[in-house]
Structures are given as C-alpha cells and as structure tokens.
C-alpha cells in the first residue's frame, strides 16, 4: 500500500513538472524553478518536496477510491424496491451486495436486519455508516499534516537563513546591500515553496472533502428510502 502511494505520488509530480517545462519551455520558466528551487537550499525543499510528494500520493489515492465508491443510488434504489414488491427479501440483498461502494453496503447491512424489525434496520445502518465513514475518511489526516507542515517548514527555513544572513553581516563587519538582499532572498525562497505546497494539497483535500460529503448524503437519503420501502412493502409485517 505505501509503496503504491508512493509510486503514485511520484508519477503525479513527474507529471506535472513535465507539463510545467512543456508549457513554459520559451520562456525559460521550468529552468527559473529549478533555479530557484536549488537557491532556497537542498535541505528544507527537499523536506518541502517531499510533504508536496506524500500529500500528492494520498489526495490522489482518496480520489480515485472515492470514485470508484460512487453508487448510482437512485438505479439501486428502484431495483432493491422491484425485489420488496415481490416480498423478496433475499432478491433485494443480492442486489445490494454485488453493487460496489458504501451505500449499498450500508443498505445490504439493513436489508439483514428487516426480519427483526425497523429499530433494527436503523441501528444496523447507523453502526455499519461509521464504520464507511471512517474508510471514506482515511487518509484525510495524512493530507492535512502535510498541509499543515509545509509551510511551518519553510518558515523555518527562512528564520534559519535569515540567522545565516545575519552571521554572514557580523562575520564581514559591515551591512553590506548583496549580503542582505542574497541572504534574505534565498531565506524567503523556502516559504514561497512551503506556501505553494500547501494551497496546491489544500485545493485537492477541499476536493476530497467535498466529495465524501456527497457520499455521506447519498447514503443518508438510501437508507431513508429503503426504510419507506420497507413499510411500504410491508416487509416488516411478513
């Protein structure tokens, strides 16, 4: 599992440092990365680097596994309400079980519990809902440590160059414009960096977070449905 979150976070920034050099190879603009990049020093932006590789990893992980949980709940639904009609509960469970993602899961669990009545319908689909939620979530904390830590990075990174910067003004004795002015910039570099990593996973986690929450609300409006369809159905009476 790490070593494919880790391939699939370098494939990712290979990606888009390639498309980077592609779209501004007249002007030069991949090269001043670089440039910049090597200027802020190879310690901190390597750290930079690597939360931007990690965070990439993990976003990329969540938005493939949330897709793929993505149900069309309102086919699935029509077809659970064509087995109740008939009195088939089994029908109905087979239907949940062999469609993918958490709301049908959520809806197979309650489907279990309908010879035991509404009460249990409802516990069985709450107590299995926080066990997909937390799977729906996992990783979301992985995201927001690295965007947390970026730019705390960089900003050290800046206090320990201006420190550098300062030494260098004591060592020579004098305040000179091209001791500040270089000490400084190359200071700042890593908190640019740090910042930039942290809007570019902070855009992928809203992302992230976005989606689960249109899960979460499908999978509340399922669960209502499949309530009434089992009233109606008088599934609970059989």
């Known amino acids: 599992m790490r070593r494919s979150v880790l391939m699939i976070g370098w494939t990712v920034v290979l990606f888009f ?14 090269q001043v990365l670089k440039e910049k990049f090597i200027e802020g020093g190879w310690a901190f932006m390597s750290t930079v680097l690597v939360c931007l590789i990690l965070g990439l990893a ?11 949980a993505s ?15 008939k009195k088939d509960l089994e029908c109905a469970q087979n239907v949940a079980k062999s469609t993918p993602g ?6 197979y ?8 009545g509404p009460e249990a319908v409802e516990k069985a689909i709450v107590s299995f809902g926080s066990v997909q939620m937390a799977l729906l979530e996992k990783g979301l904390v992985w995201i927001s ?7 705390m990075l960089g900003f050290m990174g800046t206090v320990i160059g201006m420190i550098q910067a300062f030494d260098q003004i004591e060592a020579v004795g004098d305040i000179s414009p091209q001791i500040v002015a270089g000490g400084i910039k190359v200071a700042l570099l890593t908190t640019v960096f740090g910042l930039i990593t942290a809007i570019i996973l902070q855009i992928f986690y809203n992302y992230i977070v976005a989606k689960i929450d249109n899960i979460v609300v499908k999978m509340e409006e399922a ?16």
């Open 17 to 30: 440092l390639q498309m980077a050099e592609a779209s501004a190879a007249a002007q030069g603009g991949f």
């Open 102 to 107: 958490p709301t049908a899961s959520i809806i």
């Open 58 to 68: 993990f976003a990329i992980e969540r938005i493939i596994t949330l897709n793929l």
């Open 223 to 238: 669960s209502i449905v499949l309530l009434d369809s089992l009233f109606k159905h008088k599934v609970f009476e059989s």
């Open 71 to 85: 149900t069309n709940v309102d086919k699935l639904m029509k077809r659970i309400d064509d087995c109740l009609s």
């Open 109 to 116: 669990e309650g489907l279990k519990h309908a010879k035991l």
């Open 145 to 151: 440590l690295f965007i947390a830590i970026a730019p």
